[in-house]
T-cell receptor, first 114, second 111 residues
Framework: NAGVMQNPRHLVRRRGQEARLRCSPMKGHSHVYWYRQLPEEGLKFMVY????????ESGMPKERFSAEFPKEGPSILRIQQVVRGDSAAYFC????????????FGSGTRLTVV | GENVEQHPSTLSVQEGDSAVIKCTYS??????FPWYKQELGKGPQLIID?????GEKKDQRIAVTLNKTAKHFSLHITETQPEDSAVYFCAATGSARQLTFGSGTQLTVLP
């Protein structure tokens, strides 16, 4: 079991470019969550998805950010027209069916906008 | 929504001493309280969790206590070692499924 796989580990984008972050959940997990962590800060919830469904996107900025979890393939967090303030570590986690199942986190994607 | 507060933000202890980190939560419907350890440059790793039907849980040197009436829970690490140095996060589930995290505690164990 490879755990939660995120790629790339590091991503550098120029201002105005698009960033695509990928997350493959643990085998058997059907719930995916994205969190953002600014330097020396906590984990802020962004979005919760199941296959082909966005369950809760209350933490997503209203513009430029989108997420999907297609029937086949990894979950994708997309940031359009990146700005310097988007520089952060983005973590994906997955969990099983129960609401009290623990999350398993990936190693994160560290996005740097130059 | 759920709000989780965590204290202290930094904690230094001598090797062998105990460390205690405390969290409070706001949503009385919360029923799951995990603790995560995050080392530099890595993702958070689940170290222990407790569910609302249990008041205390222990796993070797780590224990967690839960007081649902007061809406607070605590992490206790005994006989601390240098490898325990990391950032620790508490979290809680509210009426929504996703976890809400505390702001983290930087624990430093001094040799």
């Amino acid at each position: 079991n490879a755990g939660v796989m995120q790629n790339p580990r590091h991503l550098v984008r120029r201002r105005g470019q698009e960033a695509r972050l990928r997350c493959s959940p643990m085998k058997g997990h059907s719930h995916v969550y994205w969190y953002r962590q600014l330097p020396e800060e906590g984990l802020k919830f962004m979005v919760y998805l199941q296959k082909e469904n966005i369950i809760d996107e209350s933490g997503m900025p209203k513009e430029r950010f989108s997420a999907e979890f297609p029937k086949e393939g990894p979950s994708i967090l997309r940031i359009q027209q990146v700005v310097r303030g988007d520089s952060a570590a983005y973590f994906c986690a997955s969990s099983g069916l129960s609401s009290t199942d623990g999350y398993t986190f990936g190693s994160g994607t560290r996005l740097t906008v130059v | 929504g759920e709000n989780v507060e965590q204290h202290p933000s930094t904690l230094s202890v001598q090797e062998g001493d105990s460390a205690v980190i405390k969290c409070t939560y706001s949503d009385s419907a919360s029923n799951y309280f995990p603790w995560y350890k995050q080392e530099l440059g890595k993702g958070p790793q689940l170290i222990i969790d407790i569910r609302s039907n249990v008041g205390e849980k222990k796993d070797q040197r780590i224990a967690v206590t839960l007081n649902k009436t007061a809406k607070h829970f605590s992490l206790h690490i005994t006989e601390t070692q240098p490898e325990d140095s990391a950032v620790y996060f508490c979290a809680a589930t509210g009426s929504a499924r996703q976890l809400t995290f505390g702001s983290g505690t930087q624990l430093t164990v001094l040799p």
